[in-house]
């Protein structure tokens, strides 16, 4: 399993020209979902992302997570965090978990932060999305399981 945790200070997500999610303070996480992953997987990196301390507090060190600043998360499918170019020019996705097996873990890691009481907000899985990404850092985090 891969992550990209972006901190943002907004965030929104449209698929046909259409806001499907939107967040204020937060994170903007891409997931890639492997095709060996399961549920343990699932709960690690939602572990992580909820405790993750990459806010500043008052002496401005980055020491708070998103359940200290009551952020909210907004989860992105992203099968592309797969891509394998070594060889070639044309990425292949063999590692991506096929659908059947990547959607309900996408939907287990929504349920999961919802768990943890961090707001949720989220694209369409497989849906071609516009993911628009206002940083706050910028700070950007790659977690893997």
Do not use: W
């Not at 405790?51 to 401005?60: A, H, P, S, V």
């Amino acid at each position: 399993m891969k992550a990209v945790i972006q901190r943002v200070s907004s965030s929104s997500v449209k698929v046909d020209n259409k806001i499907v999610g939107q967040i204020d303070k937060g994170f903007v996480v891409l997931l890639g979902i492997a095709h060996d992953d399961t549920k343990k997987e699932i709960e690690f990196i939602a572990g992580k992302v909820a405790n993750l301390r990459i806010f500043e507090d008052k002496e401005g060190k980055m020491n708070l997570s998103l359940k200290d600043v009551k952020g909210k998360i907004l989860i992105i499918s992203q099968f592309t965090l797969y891509g394998d170019a070594r060889k070639g020019n044309r990425p292949s996705f063999t590692k991506a978990a096929r659908p059947e097996v990547a959607i309900p873990l996408y939907e287990y890691f929504i349920k999961e932060m919802q768990k943890l009481s961090i707001p949720v907000a989220s694209g369409i899985f497989g849906a071609k999305m516009e993911v628009e990404i206002h940083n706050s850092g910028p700070v950007t985090i790659i977690l893997e399981k």
